[in-house]
């Protein structure tokens, strides 16, 4: 069964600070990884897929990682401004189609 | 193209009852996912219908059943309501291809209240 963790839980950042949230997880076997955002009681906004075979993937100041080899993934944004400040979901695509979701980082970015 | 979209937006209903969520996938997309989201916590998968049949299910009871039809919208039903089913209730739509590695677009949740 994949087991997905988000490390840290929550984190607070001055703006303008560079940061890094981390994915791990337990099985390798996964088709892509998927990073999205969650502003408090709405949906989910995909922000960067990686497909298995890939390595990285970059949109405007974020940056996504995979290491299926040690199951891990990072996701950097760099120059946080207060507007990122959301909760930020790692997802893995596996057979049968389904997402398999940390818990998620609550990242907060203050003025 | 129009998203994913769901109604209602909230919901408010007591034990015991039942309750039916609506879900109109993207257009083009042929493959509809329903997820829970307990308060603090990531999605939990619930279910997924390609081609108006169920196409895997997560680890919820048989009180959690769904629905999809020609025009590939989807619903999701649940019997006997408990106050644990309060939670986001998350569709996603998707184009299943031969290959799994489909994307999957999120509509904005159902948030579901049970008193």
């Known amino acids: 069964k994949q087991e997905v963790t988000q490390i840290p839980a929550a984190l607070s950042v001055p703006e303008g600070e560079n940061l890094v949230l981390n994915c791990s997880f337990t099985?390798?076997?996964?088709?892509?990884l998927q990073w999205f955002r969650q502003d408090p009681g709405k949906g989910l906004t995909s922000l960067l897929l990686?497909?298995?075979?890939?390595r990285e993937q970059t949109s405007g100041r974020l940056n996504a990682s995979l290491d299926k080899s040690s199951g891990r993934s990072t996701l950097y944004i760099a120059a946080s401004q207060p507007g990122d400040s959301a909760t930020y979901l790692c997802?893995?695509?596996?057979?049968?189609?389904?997402?398999?979701f940390g818990e998620g980082t609550q990242l907060t970015v203050n003025p | 193209e129009t998203g994913v979209t769901q109604s209602p937006t909230h919901l408010i209903k007591t034990r015991g009852q039942q309750v039916t969520l609506r879900c109109s996938s993207q257009s083009g997309h042929n493959t509809v996912s329903w997820y829970q989201q307990a308060l603090g916590q990531g999605p939990q998968f619930i279910f997924q219908y390609y081609r108006e049949e169920e196409n895997g299910r997560g680890n919820f009871p048989p009180r959690f059943s769904g629905l999809q039809f020609p025009n590939y919208s989807s619903e999701l039903n649940v019997n006997a309501l408990e106050l644990d089913d309060s939670a986001l209730y998350l569709c996603?739509?998707?184009?299943?291809?031969?290959?799994?590695?489909?994307?999957?677009?999120f509509g904005p949740g159902t948030r579901l209240t049970v008193l």
């Open positions: 996603a739509s998707s184009h299943k291809r031969e290959t799994n590695t489909d994307t999957q677009y």
């Open positions: 997802a893995l695509l596996t057979s049968g189609s389904r997402l398999t």
């Open positions: 990686i497909q298995s075979s890939q």
């Open positions: 099985d390798s076997a996964i088709y892509n």
